[in-house]
């Protein structure tokens, strides 16, 4: 659920942090305090890497809500590639000290899922929308507006993780997915959409609006 309670360590990284934890234990134990430090810096590192702090969702029934923490390097009108439109994109880039767990931008039913294997381009780059790994959704609210957001893996990220599939409904801010290690998230809105954001601006995933639709 949208505003469900979870853990404050993603459930993706349970195991990366169960290993450096007892990775630094035992060097503690056995070598000291200061063998071990460097050990313990990693701890903190995955540790803040797979935090996934609970996010209060705005009540805009037609607000696009942000998909991932980062920063928005990309607000242009191109050619949606999934759908073949013309189309709004927003596009934010996550780096390692982003919260990395991805949330739906608007409520409806999921109509389609695109999975693309392919390259490791650091996401910041414009081909890595084309030509990186990426896992994309389609879906389409109630009002029959359609939003694709794509999940695009980046230079250190190598796993894609999605829990959704075609058929089934999302809500607005619902958590569905998750990057590993640096990546991208593309939204792709219809042509007439009202962009909240500008380049560079800094956002937050389930809390910020990116976008409203217009009716």
């Known amino acids: 659920m949208a505003n469900g309670k979870h853990p404050l360590i993603a459930r993706e990284g349970w195991v990366h ?3 450096v934890v007892a990775a630094a234990a035992t060097v503690h134990y056995y070598l000291g305090y200061y063998w071990a430090i460097p050990f313990w810096l990693i701890v903190v590192f995955v540790g803040q890497f797979f935090r996934d702090p609970h996010r209060k969702i705005p009540a805009e029934p037609l607000g696009i809500i942000c998909p991932a923490d980062g920063k928005v390097i990309k ?4 050619e949606d590639p999934y759908l073949k439109r013309t189309a709004q994109r927003v596009s934010i880039f996550m780096n390692v000290f982003n919260v990395h767990a991805n949330r739906s ?7 389609e899922r695109w999975y ?3 390259k490791y381009f650091n996401a910041s780059f ?11 959704l389609w879906i389409q609210t109630d009002e029959k507006d359609d939003v694709v957001v794509v999940q695009v893996a980046g230079l250190l990220a190598r796993r894609i993780l999605c829990y959704v599939q075609p058929g089934e409904r999302i809500g607005q801010g619902e958590r569905y997915g998750f990057i590993r290690f640096g990546s991208r998230v593309d939204v792709y809105l219809p042509e007439n959409s009202k962009i909240k954001v500008s380049l560079g601006d800094k956002v ?8 409203m639709l217009i009716h």
């Open 126 to 136: 414009d081909k890595a929308s084309s030509e990186n790994e990426r896992n994309a």
């Open 17 to 19: 942090v169960g290993i």
């Open 116 to 118: 693309h294997p392919g």
């Open 105 to 111: 931008p608007t409520e409806g039913k999921i109509r």
């Open 204 to 211: 937050k995933s389930g809390t910020d609006i990116i976008a």
């Open 75 to 78: 607000v242009d009108t191109v």
